[in-house]
Structure formats: C-alpha cells, structure tokens
C-alpha cells in the first residue's frame, strides 16, 4: 500500500493566489482528514469527510478556505485568496473509521505552504 | 476547544538517560493516543490508550492514562539517538457533535545526543 499520498510536499506562491493542496487518501478507507500544522498552534483538524461528504467544517479558519472530496480517492483543499499567515504545513489523513474504535489514522506527508 | 498541555516543549538529553513527558487536559477524553513525527513526515501512531489507569508498553516506552482520563505521559528508558522526533498526544472526544474527533497536543520535541 502508497499510503495516503500528497504529491506536492513544498508550495510557494505570492499573497492573494490561489492555492489547491491534493491527496488521495488509503484505498478502501472512508474517513478523510485536513490538518494544518503551525509552532503556535501545533496540529489542528480543519475538516473531515465521510464517505466522501463533508461532515465537521468547524475547524476551517475562513471563508477563504474550501474543501472538496468529489470521489474515494481524491480530495482538495483549497486557499483563495491566500494569505502570509496561512503558511503552514498541511497534512492529509485517512481511516477506517473514528479514532477511539480500532481504526487508526494514517498521515501523508504533508505540504509545506508557503505565502509570500 | 479540548486543550491538550504538552510538557516539556523542548527536551535534549544524552543517549541511555530517562525521560517522561507530559500531557495535561481539563477535559474528559474516551482515550488518548500518542504520535511519533520525524522531519518532513506525518505523524505517525504509537499507542492508543482507553481506560482510566491504563499502562501499556512498547519496549522501552511506557504510556499511562490518567485515572479520571484527562491525562497521560509517555515514559522511555535508555534513549537512544533514534528516539529523537517529535511526540504528540492526542484526546479523542467523547462528546456527541465532536465524537472520534482528535485534539492534539503541541508536543515535545526530543533530541538524544549520541
């Protein structure tokens, strides 16, 4: 098995872009997380899927953040406009199922943004 | 907001000492989970706790879940120098609109000197 893949591990662009973050989540799993990282905040859960429809949104910062999942393996995370403090490192996961059961979260290997 | 609290946030010691870090929270959790993350990688889990009081071990490291479950700390004897990385603890909610979500901690970073 890859594991869960995020292609792109380093993203720069200038405040104001565009951004897309991309993964594909472990074949078979049906549960799809977005963290982001910082040194002050640590690791925080943006959003997460369930079977491929978003169910908590609550940790999403801002409008300007957006995530969608339009099939099983593949979703985006999306930063428009983006701006200098959205530089973080954001990490896609998937499960089997909710932490707590048996089911473990597996972690890809992030994508480093960077907003200039 | 659950709040997990790290201690130390910063630990460097020598290869074979002892060391214990820290994960303190106000809220209630149904269990606590322990990550281990290298440079440039995710996190990746170590060990998953769930009853009050609980001890489990991994060679060297020795993970214990508070009693009223709202605490925990990772224990690892004899470091070495591979034990270096960042860990990280995270609650699992045990509240309805929140269930099965993690709340992490910000971590302790650990460096082992050879």
């Known amino acids: 098995d890859a594991g869960v893949i995020q292609s792109t591990r380093h993203e720069v662009t200038e405040m104001g872009q565009e951004v897309t973050l991309r993964c594909k989540p472990i074949s078979g799993h049906d549960y799809l997380f977005w963290y982001r990282q910082t040194m002050m905040r640590g690791l925080e859960l943006l959003i997460y899927?369930?079977?491929?429809?978003?169910?908590?949104d609550s940790g999403m910062p801002e409008d300007r953040f957006s995530a969608k999942m339009p099939n099983a393996s593949f979703s985006t995370l999306k930063i428009q406009p983006s701006e200098p403090r959205d530089s973080a490192v954001y990490f896609c996961?998937?499960?089997?199922?909710?932490?707590?059961?048996?089911?473990?979260?597996?972690f890809g290997p992030g994508t480093r943004l960077t907003v200039l | 907001t659950q709040l997990l609290e790290q201690s130390p946030q910063f630990l460097s010691i020598q290869e074979g000492e002892n060391l214990t870090v820290y994960c303190n929270s106000s809220s209630v959790f149904s269990s606590l989970q322990w990550y281990r993350q290298e440079p440039g990688e995710g996190p990746v889990l170590l060990v998953t706790v769930v009853t009050g009081g609980e001890v489990k071990k991994l060679k060297r490291l020795t993970f214990q879940f508070g009693d009223a479950r709202k605490d925990s700390s990772l224990h690892i004897t004899a470091a070495q120098p591979g034990d270096t990385g960042l860990y990280l603890c995270a609650g699992v909610s045990d509240r309805g609109s929140t269930l099965g979500r993690l709340y992490f901690g910000r971590g302790t970073q650990l460096t082992v000197w050879p």
């Open positions: 899927f369930n079977n491929n429809v978003p169910i908590d």
């Open positions: 996961a998937s499960s089997s199922g909710l932490a707590g059961s048996t089911d473990t979260q597996y």
